[in-house]
């Protein structure tokens, strides 16, 4: 199994599509946290403390797709002055996605994508 991020929007979405259908097991959305994923900024540009997440969380997962919403401090730092910064997603503890046959992804397992501009994020998502 393997997975990739397919879509980063500007509004703090981030798709993961995985090459098989999943499932969520023995956790609740709100359960897949840091001890989970590990989700970091890298940044191109000025310091990595300007360019931060305040915090994530898992919004949907369907077959083989899963979403996210994630919360930047400061939004309009990221990409900026034309910048290429880039998000990080560390599956520290894989478990939680399985297959209908158990197959998980590696402890460890790195996705990295291209973040776009932007913008703020109402907090009722």
């Known amino acids: 199994m393997k997975a990739e ?6 509004e703090s979405r981030v798709t993961i599509k995985f090459t098989i259908d999943i499932s969520i ?6 359960e897949i946290d840091n001890s989970v994923l590990q989700l970091t900024v890298l ?3 000025l310091t990595t403390n300007q360019k931060y997440i ?8 369907s077959g083989d797709t899963m979403v996210l919403l994630v919360k930047f401090k400061f939004p309009e730092c990221i990409c900026m002055n034309q910048s290429t910064d880039k998000l990080s997603i ?5 478990s939680p996605f399985q297959t209908a046959k158990g197959t998980i992804l ?5 996705l990295i994508g ?3 501009p932007q913008v703020e994020v109402d907090d009722a998502d």
């Not at 991020?5 to 500007?10: G, H, K």
């Open 106 to 110: 590696p402890q460890g397992y790195t």
């Open 5 to 10: 991020i397919i879509d980063l929007t500007p």
């Open 43 to 45: 940044a191109d540009t």
């Open 25 to 30: 097991v023995g956790k609740t959305f709100a």
């Open 90 to 94: 560390v599956f520290l503890n894989p």
């Open 54 to 61: 305040s915090r994530w969380h898992v919004i949907s997962q």
């Open 114 to 116: 291209q973040l776009p």
